[in-house]
């Protein structure tokens, strides 16, 4: 079983900056492809962010320039930086992880969500 666990979201005023970072444990024995998806309330989970173990990434077009993913691979760890952050960036954030355990076998996980307010 893996855990993925998000922190870092809040409350924060427009043009603001805020860092999520989402550390996955449990049976890992690598991890292709981490990313990060956000919902607000009523539309869909779409992608924000996401990047490879060889450090490949790719952004949704609403957020490039601004939000910056990177990674640990040592720690498991995804980190998502937001900067001038807007109104409509408000949603619940979700860290996404494809995780090959040490049997063999891949998996696709979720977090639990971190909720991101962005208000003035």
């Known amino acids: 079983q893996v855990h993925l666990v998000e922190s870092g979201g809040g409350l924060v005023q427009p043009g603001g900056s805020l860092r999520l970072s989402c550390a996955a444990s449990g049976s890992i024995f690598s991890i292709n492809v981490m990313g990060w998806y956000r919902q607000a309330p009523g539309k869909q989970r779409d992608l924000v962010a996401a990047?490879?173990?060889?450090?490949?990434?790719n952004y949704a077009d609403s957020v490039k320039g601004r939000f910056t993913i990177s990674r640990e691979n040592a720690k498991n760890t995804v980190y998502l930086q937001m900067n001038s952050l807007k109104p409509e960036d408000t949603a619940v954030y979700y860290c996404?992880?494809?995780?090959?355990?040490?049997?063999?076998?891949?998996?696709?996980?979720w977090g639990q969500g971190t909720q991101v307010t962005v208000s003035s």
């Open positions: 990047i490879t173990s060889g450090a490949s990434t």
């Open positions: 996404n992880a494809d995780v090959i355990s040490w049997s063999g076998t891949k998996n696709n996980y």
